[in-house]
């Protein structure tokens, strides 16, 4: 597999770093999740639980090994330094100067392992005035911008569904660190990887922040209508509505060949896609009267046939027993010992030579806390002992 061979230290919780170490496990990485003895990441306890199982949280950790480990003592903290100078990569989403408050900064990092990958996932970033600001998923929407660009025109703002903050974080902080493994192969030399759910965010700002920077105007919200393209957005049909995206010049060629709608060709409002912006609410009425006609399934087939990209709104239920998700498999099942199958998503990424693969079910608390100790070196007596204390 691709990062077969490779171990990550994992000291995430909750989503966002969970999401970057699985991303890394479901890529072959060894993926050692350190988890407080007794209590774990909180994500354990949260969303549906099915036979003692959150499939919330058996969702972003699968692929893991659960190491149970007190870092407040001493004995915790030196077992950790051990498994830290055996590791090629550390994932930590503590706010800026906890992992230094362990006596993990920069320097003792180096010292322990001068090829390390240190991956830091924060709310703002490891600098500025906002470093020390505890952030979650609606924070970073909101303080992104993302936000004021989503909704109904005239409406408010509005986050999206999906904990997008999160997940983007994690997905940059996972290319961070195989980047940074692609360096280190190179050079042997370690790095530092940042990754923020404010600046993923911003990220995705795309067009809308391009033409901002080109005009200092502010983007309004649209709903689902594109701030530069028309038509594009939802469309009544005789029985519910499609979504059309035509985004092209081309495309909106062919959507007027489909719809036998010589008429929009020959109308001066509709001659470019500045005048259609101008014109848009004569042109979507004008589109829509035509799509009344016939049913959502049909303009699907008739428009899709024709090479104009078009669409349904989908409900979660369709959308995972579709058949084109059903071939990519992203809903897998996996076996989960005492608790059943577990039903989860997918690869997103597809490997043709070394596909991602489910390899282990999410662990129990602190399930390889023995095996990990002994493989550092650790007696079994050491390990009986550590355990009496409370420290794994």
Not at 160 to 185: E, H, Q, W
Request: charged share 20%.
């Amino acid at each position: 597999m691709p990062l077969s061979g490779i171990r990550v230290v994992d000291l995430t919780r909750i989503l966002a770093g969970p999401f970057c170490t699985m991303l890394l496990a479901d890529m072959g990485a060894e993926v050692i999740k350190i988890e407080t003895p007794g209590q774990g990441d909180p994500l354990r306890g949260q969303g549906v639980i099915r036979d003692g199982l959150s499939w919330y949280f058996a969702a972003f950790n699968r692929n893991k090994k659960s190491l149970t480990l007190n870092l407040r003592s001493e004995v915790g903290r030196a077992a950790l330094a051990r498994l830290i100078e055996t590791s090629d990569v550390l994932v930590e989403n503590f706010r800026p100067g906890v992992l230094a408050a362990m006596g993990l900064d920069a320097a003792r990092l180096q010292a322990l392992n001068p090829g390390l990958v240190v991956c830091s996932l924060s709310g703002f970033g490891d600098s500025g005035p906002y470093r020390d600001r505890p952030s979650f998923d609606f924070i970073a929407q909101a303080m992104s911008g993302f936000m004021s660009v989503t909704g109904e025109a005239g409406g408010g703002p509005l986050r999206a569904g999906p904990p997008i903050a999160d997940l983007v974080a994690g997905l940059y902080g996972a290319i961070g660190v195989c980047a940074s493994l692609v360096r280190k192969g190179r050079t042997g030399v370690g790095d530092r990887v940042g990754a923020s759910l404010n600046n993923g965010m911003i990220s995705l700002l795309g067009f809308l922040a391009a033409n901002h920077l080109a005009t200092g105007e502010e983007p309004g919200r649209t709903g689902n209508d594109h701030a530069i393209v028309a038509p594009y957005g939802m469309f009544r049909t005789q029985d519910g509505e499609v979504a059309l995206a035509p985004s092209q010049e081309q495309s909106y060629q062919r959507l007027v060949d489909a719809l036998d709608m010589p008429e929009l060709r020959a109308d001066p409002r509709f001659a470019n896609n500045d005048l259609r912006l101008q014109h848009r609410a004569a042109m979507n009425a004008t589109i829509e009267t035509r799509l009344m006609t016939a049913t959502t399934e049909h303009w699907i087939e008739l428009l899709n046939a024709a090479g104009v990209p078009c669409g349904r709104v989908m409900g979660l239920e369709e959308v995972l027993a579709d058949p084109q998700v059903i071939d990519q498999e992203m809903v897998l099942t996996q076996p989960h010992p005492g608790h059943g199958d577990v039903k989860m998503l997918g690869f997103p990424i597809k490997f043709t030579e070394a596909p991602c693969q489910l390899r282990r079910p999410t662990p129990e608390l602190g399930a390889d806390t023995e095996a990990v100790l002994s493989g550092l070196g650790y007696t079994a007596e050491e390990i009986a002992r550590m355990k009496q204390a409370g420290v794994a």
